[in-house]
């Protein structure tokens, strides 16, 4: 029994009423082993038969969709999707640098066997690294925000920086803001902790007499 078998098929409810179609794996041991061998998988891979796997090339996805004008099955087409795509070249088992990327948007794709194309637009992605970028492709640190949705070319953020919000540099007039919003009888602050407390320090505005504390 070959439990890794290559197919290419698909599943359609026949019905306009029934469950949709789904896909359940089950994997069994009867130990609390941790091993992924005995974990179900899903495995998505791209080989390229002329050389090692290069810099930027799209590793494998799982697009969404849906039928768009009415209600014909040839109208469905796809507008995002998560995909992987490899940061640099594959040089050896102990350095493949893979990101996955979030794409979202509102021009669906209807043959996703079409060279060059893409599904969605790249808003989100997580390096190998474990940084997470949001409207930018090379997070610096552990969340970057980029508000213009460019790669922030400027100097880098100070070492020890966890959270770092930019324009993009696209424009030197163009701002960058981290807005913290609360109720009119509420407060919004900002913490600082230590080993020893998670308040010994707090800047804290007060909305409803309109005065900030630094304590």
Known sequence: ????????????????????????????????????????????????????????????????????????????????????????????ITDMPTGLTFRTGSVGRSNLDTANQSVGTERMRLSS???????????????????????????????????FVHNGNNSAQSPAYLTLSAGSSSASAIYFGDDGSSTVGILKYQHSDNSLRID
């Open 129 to 163: 690294a474990g940084n997470l970028g949001i409207g930018c492709t090379n997070p610096h640190v552990k969340l970057e925000v980029a508000r213009l949705g460019f790669n922030w070319t400027g100097a880098d953020p100070i070492s020890g920086t966890g959270l």
């Open 1 to 92: 029994f070959n439990r890794w078998a290559s197919f290419c098929t698909k599943q359609e409810d026949s019905s306009n009423s029934n469950a949709a179609p789904g896909l359940e794996i089950i994997g069994k041991r009867s130990d609390t082993n941790q091993g992924l061998s005995f974990a179900p998988k899903i495995a998505l891979s791209k080989h390229q038969t002329n050389a090692k796997t290069g810099a930027g090339i799209p590793l494998g996805a799982i697009v969404f969709g849906g039928n768009h004008t009415n209600g014909s099955e040839s109208n469905i087409a796809y507008p995002a999707a998560i995909q992987a795509v490899s940061l640099d070249t594959f040089d050896s």
